[in-house]
């Protein structure tokens, strides 16, 4: 037996067993990892272009970042939020700095998951309305009220479920009934989030929260001016407008800091973690003045503004100002972009190619139909692995690729990789 087999036996003997690794019986063991590679406990090196789910954001261990963690864990590891500590606040000013709008208060947390709680009760608490408005096909994480915002069925565990949660049509425009342009698409959505304020709720929400491109859901890139017909409508009815930051904030959608900048709406409540702080556990929330001011009573978060995770954070930030990586992310971004649908021409199962900057997105189909291929896309996942290249799976049938390199990346390792995605879509042309 291999060393990754004993490794992934006794794995099996003491973990959950709904806590599954990628690639079925032969899942990577990581051993290593430096920039933009990971080497298993065998010694293969692999291209990372998921980056442990869109998180490793300035490459693995990355240098400078990690030189200044390594100081703070020798300066102060941990007080806990009942001190003050400097870094905490610098970070909170740096976000504030960059974050769009009014949006100057922060609390920290360790996941993206509770960055979404904190969201959610300062908007109740701001309001005086329980009700949220969410899309379907978002994922918000794995708690309770979390896994209630989320909206793809096999993510949604316990069966304890928030009953102001309402989920409305999602701007999926390449899995629209048929026939109907981008703008109908968008009119439909806007249908169904006023039939659904009209008839299941009592007209008054708290929030209306959604990721600016969804993640886990597939890379779902809305058309322009959905956000903005959206917004006044949860304005009237008295909600604030929560932007869902995990995985498009931080440079990666190309140009701009986050998501929502493209979308031309100012967003009340932002949410983060993932890519802020490299790989250290994050969650951050912000808000406005008010908002921050209505969450009154007693709320703690051991972990939050940690002063190692805040040291991260900040070099992590400060990593991707000085070197420009929300310009890289669009450069690259569209370098990936042409290369990928250069290849969709050539394999009429790639139904779509879809993204913004460094999150780009394939969804396999049967081509006579248009379904969904999860089967195809699962043996494409495997077979670019085992030629040395990690990329993400998504989307509610399991039928799309993600590829979302560091943003650090530069056009050679594009390169190295496409001709890996090349080669692999031939594995399985069939
Ligand atoms: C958009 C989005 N929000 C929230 C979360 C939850 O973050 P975490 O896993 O850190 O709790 C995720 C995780 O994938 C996510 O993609």
């Given amino acids: 037996m291999s060393a990754a087999d004993t490794i992934l036996e006794r794995y099996q003997a003491v973990m959950f067993p709904a806590a599954v690794p990628y690639h079925g019986d032969a899942p990577v063991v990581v051993d290593r990892a430096q920039d933009q590679y990971v080497w298993d406990i065998e010694g293969n090196r692999y291209l990372d272009f998921f980056g442990g789910v869109l998180t490793v954001s300035v490459g693995h261990c990355n240098a400078e970042v990690t030189e200044r963690t390594i100081e703070q864990l020798k300066k102060v590891q941990h007080t806990s939020t009942i001190y003050i500590n400097e ?25 993206g998951t509770e960055a979404n709680e904190t969201a959610i009760m300062a908007a109740r608490m701001y309001t005086g309305n329980p009700t949220v408005i969410t899309l379907r096909h978002a994922y918000s994480g794995r708690s309770m009220t979390a896994m209630s915002l989320t909206a793809h069925g096999a993510w949604r565990l316990g069966g304890v479920i ?13 899995r629209a009934p048929a026939g109907l342009t981008p703008e109908q698409v968008v009119d439909l959505c806007v249908q ?6 009209a008839t299941v709720t009592d007209g008054k929400i708290a929030a209306f929260m959604a990721e600016p491109i969804q993640g886990v859901g597939g890379f779902i890139v ?42 031309g709406v100012e967003p009340d409540i932002m949410t983060f973690a993932k890519g802020m702080a490299n790989g250290s556990p994050i969650g951050c929330t912000i808000t406005t003045p008010e908002i921050a001011d209505a969450v009154k009573g007693l709320t703690f978060a051991t972990f939050g503004g940690n002063p190692v995770t805040m040291a991260t954070a900040l070099a992590t930030i400060e990593y ?10 669009a450069v690259q971004g569209a370098h990936l972009r042409s290369k990928l649908e250069e290849l969709q021409a050539e394999f009429p199962f790639i139904g779509e190619v879809r993204g913004m900057g460094l999150m780009q997105a394939l969804e396999f189909v049967h081509p006579e139909t248009n379904d969904p291929d999860a ?5 494409f996942l495997n077979a670019a692995k085992s030629r040395g290249l990690l990329l993400g799976k998504g989307g509610l049938y399991g039928n799309v690729v993600r590829i979302s390199p560091h943003l650090n990346t530069t056009a050679e390792d594009i390169n190295a990789a496409c001709e890996i995605i090349a080669a692999a879509l031939g594995d399985v042309r069939g």
């Avoid at 905490?88 to 360790?110: D, H, I, N």
């Avoid at 089967?375 to 043996?379: F, G, I, Q």
Wanted: hydrophobic content about 40%.
């Fill in 222 to 263: 809305p058309p322009a001016d959905y956000f903005q017909r959206v917004a006044p409508i949860v304005r009237a009815a008295g909600g604030v407008f929560i932007a869902d930051e995990v995985q498009t904030g931080w440079g990666r959608t190309g140009d701009k800091w986050f998501g929502i900048e493209h979308w």
């Fill in 87 to 111: 870094i905490m606040v610098q970070v909170a000013e740096k976000v504030a700095e960059l974050a769009p709008g009014r949006l100057q208060k922060c609390y920290f947390t360790s996941t």
């Fill in 162 to 174: 928030d009953p102001y949660i309402r989920h409305v049509r999602n701007p999926y425009t390449f």
């Fill in 375 to 379: 089967a195809r896309t699962n043996a």
């Fill in 192 to 197: 169904d989030l006023e039939e659904t304020l």
């Fill in 320 to 329: 991707i100002e000085k070197h420009d990586l929300k310009g890289n992310a």
